[in-house]
C-alpha cells in the first residue's frame, strides 16, 4: 500500500535561519506532488507541485522553494525564514487523473 | 481556476443527516468535483468525488445536480468525529492530456456535530 511520510512533525527555527522540509512517498511511481501552506485559522494555500523529477511549479512567489531529487521525495526550503512563514505544511500526492490526493500528517512551522 | 461557494459553517445533531451544500456554476465538463475534510491539526482527507452521477462510498454520498452547477456532499447519520471543515474543491487539470491535476482548497464548511 501507498505511504507518505513527512518530518519533521513541528519545528521552531530563528527569523533568518534555513529551513528543509522532506516528504516521500512509498508504494507508487511517479506520483505528482504537492506543499500546501495553512497559515492559522486560515485555508490550505498550494505552493508548489511537481508532476516529475526536477519539474516545479510555483503557485506564488514567496520566500520558499522546492526541489525533486528523485521521483518519490519531494523538499520545501528556505535560504532565510520570516516570521510570516510560519505555519502548517502540508506535502501530499496523487496518481492517476481521476485519483485523490492524499496527505502527509504535516509539519507545524514556528518561526521565532 | 474554477471556484466553489460553500456556506462558512453548518450545526447538526448527532445521529441525524447532514447536508452539505456547494455551488460550482462555472465548473466545465472536464472538471471532477472532490470533497475533503480536515480535522484540528490534521492534514485535509478525502472523503468522496464524482463527475456527473451520483456516488456512494463508505463515508458519504455525493449528489451532483443534473446541471453540475452544484453539489451536495451527505453524511448519512453525523458522528461527534465527523465534526470538521469540509471542503468542497474542482480539480484543475495542469495539461490536456489530463493526467495530472491540482487541487485549490477554498475556506470550506466548519461542520459542528451537537450531542
Known amino acids: 500500500s501507498q505511504t507518505i511520510h513527512q518530518w519533521p512533525a513541528t519545528l521552531v527555527q530563528p527569523v533568518g535561519s534555513p529551513l528543509s522540509l522532506e516528504c516521500t512517498v512509498e508504494?507508487?511511481?511517479?506520483?505528482?506532488l504537492y506543499w500546501y501552506r495553512q497559515a492559522a485559522g486560515r485555508g490550505l494555500q498550494l505552493l508548489f507541485y511537481s508532476v516529475g523529477i526536477g519539474q516545479i511549479s510555483s503557485e506564488v512567489p514567496q520566500n520558499l522553494s522546492a526541489s525533486r531529487p528523485q521521483d518519490r521525495q519531494f523538499i520545501l526550503s528556505s535560504k532565510k525564514l520570516l516570521l510570516s512563514d510560519s505555519g502548517f505544511y502540508l506535502c501530499?500526492?496523487?496518481?492517476?487523473?481521476?485519483?485523490?490526493?492524499?496527505f502527509g500528517n504535516g509539519t507545524r512551522l514556528t518561526v521565532t | 481556476d474554477a471556484k466553489t461557494t460553500q456556506p462558512n459553517s453548518m450545526e447538526s445533531n448527532e445521529e441525524e443527516p447532514v447536508h452539505l451544500p456547494c455551488n460550482h456554476s462555472t465548473i466545465s465538463g472536464t472538471d471532477y468535483i472532490h470533497w475533503y475534510r480536515q480535522l484540528p491539526s490534521q492534514g485535509p482527507e478525502y472523503v468522496i468525488h464524482g463527475l456527473t452521477s451520483n456516488v456512494n462510498n463508505r463515508m458519504a454520498s455525493l449528489a451532483i445536480a443534473e446541471d453540475r452547477k452544484s453539489s451536495t456532499l451527505i453524511l448519512h447519520r453525523a458522528t461527534l468525529r465527523d465534526a470538521a471543515v469540509y471542503y468542497c474543491?474542482?480539480?484543475?487539470?495542469?495539461?490536456?492530456?489530463?493526467?495530472?491535476?491540482?487541487?485549490?482548497f477554498g475556506k470550506g464548511t466548519l461542520l459542528t456535530v451537537n450531542p
Open positions: 508504494g507508487t511511481s511517479n506520483p505528482n
Open positions: 501530499a500526492w496523487s496518481t492517476a487523473f481521476n485519483s485523490p490526493l492524499h
Open positions: 474543491i474542482l480539480r484543475d487539470l495542469l495539461n490536456s492530456g489530463g493526467s495530472n491535476y491540482k487541487l485549490t
